[in-house]
């Protein structure tokens, strides 16, 4: 399932719109279990599929057949990317230029405390600001307008004993499509993690390790597992929504 021929995909390349048209069809299932992670952003799901489409023609156009990689595996951040940007340029609240931009100095602020091993609250982002409270607030809730697929979802992973997969945090669905688009998703996400959060998921969700477990693995302290598990699933989440 999903794998193409690359002679259909080079003749698709070349301009041949019925080739194109049967890599859409074949690809179908997975296009739309990728739309089906932004049902109720209030928009129509089939405009969400034809923006879905013109994310996977991209990827056809700049798809390398001698890549050792699948198309469904290429095709994948095309489609969400496209997407996102639609829902993030287009969405049904609109943002002025200068909340956004307040919102990066927000973020910025926020990742410069983290660094410190610290949090900073409302109040001390308002202060090093010169803004109120309430512009802060604003900011930081307009940022978070379109939510994280895991949103309402999530659950506390700081017990041992609750061992819940990483695919499980985000799936809507059990359906073949669902998974698959999912493994495919989180790939490339974990790839790009550090070696430390690298190995601090793949021991949790995949090895299925307790916290305490991982930490007598890695050296560190059972404290420690949690924090890097907790900031690397949140930066996982704003990854999948960026």
Known sequence: MYENDAKTIKKAQEGDKFELERL???????IWSIVKRFYG????A?????????????SIKRFDTTFEVKLSTYCV?????EIKRFIRDDGPIKISRSTKD??????????EYSKKGKDISIEQIAKELKLSKEDIIFAMESSNTVESFEANIMKDS???DKK???????????NEEEVITNKLVLQDIIEKLENKEKKVILLRFFKEKTQTEVAKILGITQVQ?????RKTLARMKQKLIS
Do not use: H, W
């Open 41 to 44: 952003r209030g928009y129509e």
């Open 158 to 160: 700081s017990s041992d």
């Open 46 to 58: 089939e405009d969400l599929y034809q923006i879905g489409c013109m994310g996977f023609i991209k």
């Open 77 to 81: 951040p095309y489609i969400l990317g």
């Open 164 to 174: 819940i997969s990483l695919i499980d945090r985000i799936a809507t669905d059990k």
């Open 24 to 30: 859409i069809r074949q690809n179908n299932g997975l």
């Open 225 to 229: 597992v949690s924090r890097i598990e």
């Open 102 to 111: 307040l919102a990066i100095k927000i973020k910025e602020l926020q990742k």
